[in-house]
């Protein structure tokens, strides 16, 4: 069985979810985060990941 679980990416200025990803828990134990383009700030913004 995958180890892979959803998350969400939210922005880290408006807090808006823009974005899903996976990643793998066992691995990987911090928080992502990853420059993505958010339509409501018209900026490329750094994306959180948030809880579910």
């Known amino acids: 069985m995958s180890q892979e679980s959803l ?3 939210a922005c880290s200025k408006c807090k808006r979810i823009n974005y899903w990803s996976r990643k793998n ?7 992502i985060e990853l420059k993505k383009y958010c339509k409501w700030c018209k900026k490329q913004i750094t994306h959180k990941e948030s809880k579910k």
């Open 7 to 9: 998350i969400k990416l």
């Open 25 to 31: 828990k066992k691995k990987v134990e911090r928080k």
